[in-house]
T-cell receptor, first 115, second 114 residues
Framework: GAVVSQHPSWVICKSGTSVKIECRSLDFQATTMFWYRQFPKQSLMLMATSNEGSKATYEQGVEKDKFLINHASLTLSTLTVTSAHPEDSSFYIC???????????FGAGTRLSVL | QKEVEQDPGPLSVPEGAIVSLNCTYSNSAFQYFMWYRQYSRKGPELLMYTYSSGNKEDGRFTAQVDKSSKYISLFIRDSQPSDSATYLCAMRRVLTGGGNKLTFGTGTQLKVEL
């Protein structure tokens, strides 16, 4: 299957700092990528849709100034959690949509711990 | 009512058993149906992908879609301890007018015991 690389896999930061998470599609171009958040023992919650070359589309209740998304190329989208607080601690997962295969492939996830 | 309903489990079976996992949905516009497997603290991994109604088999896995009943299933034959994971059903509408966002079930936690 197609490979989506997500980095870092785990990050610990102090409250008030910003954290950037990268999502790369390694063997296909993705005009659309997605960012999810997952709480323990719960399903994935879509945060935003990242569109190459345009602004991201955020789901209701997700603060766009808090979670900055940049999709500067067809293989890279980044999520920056700005001024992180302990309540932002969670598991963040990205996915990339392969138009050729009509399938959404997921990264391995990033565990964010804010102290 | 959620668009996609899935029993969260946990479901515990002995090694070698046949496992049946199911989801029901309410939106008749869904045309693409997927099953993902997620191990603890990892991203979801695509297992099966089906378009519209019908069956699809891949090794020990069989996916079934019954659009008339709005019901999808995943069967795992000869289950192994390595199959222990959370299984998420996901579905979406056709691209036109619906984008390619996925709607997920809550996931079923499966444990296959020795």
């Amino acid at each position: 299957g197609a490979v989506v690389s997500q980095h870092p896999s785990w990050v610990i930061c102090k409250s008030g700092t910003s954290v950037k998470i990268e999502c790369r599609s390694l063997d296909f171009q993705a005009t659309t990528m997605f960012w999810y958040r997952q709480f323990p023992k719960q399903s994935l919650m879509l945060m935003a849709t990242s569109n190459e070359g345009s602004k991201a589309t955020y789901e209701q209740g997700v603060e766009k100034d808090k979670f900055l998304i940049n999709h500067a190329s067809l293989t890279l989208s980044t999520l920056t959690v700005t001024s992180a607080h302990p309540e932002d601690s969670s598991f963040y997962i990205c996915s990339a949509f392969s138009g050729g295969k009509n399938i959404q492939y997921f990264g391995a996830g990033t565990r964010l711990s804010v102290l | 009512q959620k668009e996609v309903e899935q029993d969260p489990g946990p479901l515990s079976v002995p090694e070698g058993a046949i496992v049946s996992l199911n989801c029901t949905y309410s939106n008749s516009a869904f045309q693409y149906f997927m099953w993902y497997r997620q191990y603890s603290r990892k991203g979801p991994e695509l297992l099966m992908y089906t378009y519209s109604s019908g069956n699809k088999e891949d090794g020990r896995f069989t996916a079934q879609v019954d659009k008339s009943s709005k019901y999808i299933s995943l069967f795992i034959r000869d289950s192994q301890p390595s199959d222990s994971a959370t299984y998420l059903c996901a579905m979406r509408r056709v691209l036109t007018g619906g984008g390619n966002k996925l709607t997920f079930g809550t996931g079923t936690q499966l444990k296959v015991e020795l």
